[in-house]
């Protein structure tokens, strides 16, 4: 058996113009300076205290709160049985079909968004039966603390050298590292593969097509 764990944004999803545009509407509506796309894109994978907490330079739980909740009401009227603004990078589905119909392999999920927002785009994308267990924020420290994977193996019975990470971040890389499990970075997320390479991804994708056989190569 294997469990292969993904990242969502920047990995499976593209949602980084959306994810940048709606920093900058939470920021400006409490009369703040918004945050460049750049700025965003660093942050993209954290939770969204946290990444917001980054963005705003500051640790006053209130403003916060105000920040994280402006955020998601907005981004929420945005994306509401929507699936063209939160769009699969190509090859993805394919890819998650094949390792779908692998009696082998397990699939989950390691994401910085909210389950709410998880189901939402599964459903949408009508992959919500792919996936055995969905680790979020909700009931997990941020990354890249290793919770996420550690329940997402207790949850399916994997161990560490069974269970593979598949992320763009150094976020999830850190978070392979601090659970004892193999990370693989993909090269058209929103950190650069030097950085994911230093963080200690065992390997670098540039297409899902190249994912099958590096899983075997690093599992066997």
């Known amino acids: 058996m294997k469990l292969v764990v993904f990242d969502m944004d920047g990995t499976l999803i593209d949602t980084q113009a959306l994810i940048a545009e709606q920093m900058g509407v939470a920021f400006t509506s409490l ?17 969204l205290p946290v990444a917001i907490g ?21 981004y929420r009227s945005i994306v509401e049985d929507v699936a063209d603004r939160e769009p699969l990078f190509p090859g993805t589905r394919a890819m998650l079909d094949r390792l779908h119909a692998d009696d082998g392999t397990l699939l989950g999920i390691a994401t910085g968004k909210g389950l709410n927002g998880v189901n ?16 979020t924020p909700d009931h997990n420290p941020s990354k890249p603390h290793p919770g996420m ?16 990470m598949v992320g763009d971040t150094t976020f999830d890389i850190e978070l392979a590292k601090a659970a004892g499990v193999t990370a693989i970075g993909v090269s058209w997320g929103y950190h650069d593969t030097d950085e994911l390479v230093a963080a200690g991804a065992s390997a670098i994708i540039d297409h899902y097509d190249e994912l099958d056989e590096t899983l075997v190569r690093l599992l066997s």
Not at 121 to 130: C, K, S
Not at 149 to 164: C, D, N, Q, V
């Open 120 to 135: 939402r785009i599964l459903g949408n994308h009508g992959l919500d039966r792919h996936f055995v267990t969905l680790q």
């Open 31 to 47: 009369g703040l300076l918004a945050p460049t796309p750049e700025q965003s894109r660093r942050v993209i994978g954290l939770s």
């Open 149 to 164: 994977l550690l329940r997402a193996m207790s949850e399916t019975g994997a161990a560490p050298k069974e269970t593979i």
């Open 54 to 74: 980054r963005l705003a330079g500051s640790e006053d739980g209130a403003l916060i709160e105000r920040l994280v909740e402006s955020y998601r009401t907005s």
